[in-house]
């Protein structure tokens, strides 16, 4: 039952996966990892390599960045997703992500999957770098 609550989940809560329909996520919800969070635990660390396409499924984290002017953090929530940029340019994560609270649920599409995505449509990297340079725009108003 856990892949068919992904594929609505992701559907309807991912705003940058809702073009897909139906069929083509259920290629890839079976390959999903979930895992739970308690509050300040890290998810990802600064710096790293992530192996996958993170998504909160439940509960809160946060996005600690490191800017110019310090140490900037963002709230994330349901439907929120990160590790984008490790994916799409190789890079490395440039926020720690830590649970903002216990219980919280972060389901990973595994890099291979999430490029099987990328296959069925290829606007979906456009849609997540746009999301990725609003957020940046969030962090730096300034444009800095």
């Keep these: 039952m856990a892949p068919?609550?992904?594929t609505l989940f992701l559907r309807s809560s991912v705003d940058v996966l809702s073009f897909f329909n139906e069929?083509?996520?259920?290629?890839?919800?079976?390959?999903?990892e979930?895992?739970?969070y308690r509050s300040g635990q890290t998810v990802i660390l600064r710096g790293e390599i992530s192996s996958g396409f993170y998504i909160i499924k439940k509960g809160k984290a946060t996005a600690?960045?490191?800017?110019?002017?310090?140490m900037v953090s963002q709230p994330l929530g349901v439907?929120?997703?990160?590790g984008v940029m490790t994916?799409?340019?190789d890079m490395p994560?440039?926020?720690a992500i830590k649970a903002a609270e216990d219980d919280t649920e972060i389901i990973t599409i595994p890099a291979d999957s999430f490029k099987k995505l990328i296959e069925m449509q290829p606007l979906l990297r456009t849609g997540l770098l746009a999301k990725v340079l609003e957020r940046y725009k969030k962090l730096h108003p300034q444009g800095k």
Excluded: M, N
């Design 79 to 82: 439907g929120d997703f990160f």
């Design 93 to 95: 994560s440039d926020a």
């Design 64 to 70: 600690v960045y490191k800017t110019p002017a310090g």
């Design 87 to 89: 994916l799409l340019q």
């Design 23 to 32: 069929e083509q996520l259920r290629k890839v919800t079976p390959d999903i």
């Design 34 to 36: 979930r895992r739970s």
């Design 4 to 6: 068919f609550d992904d």
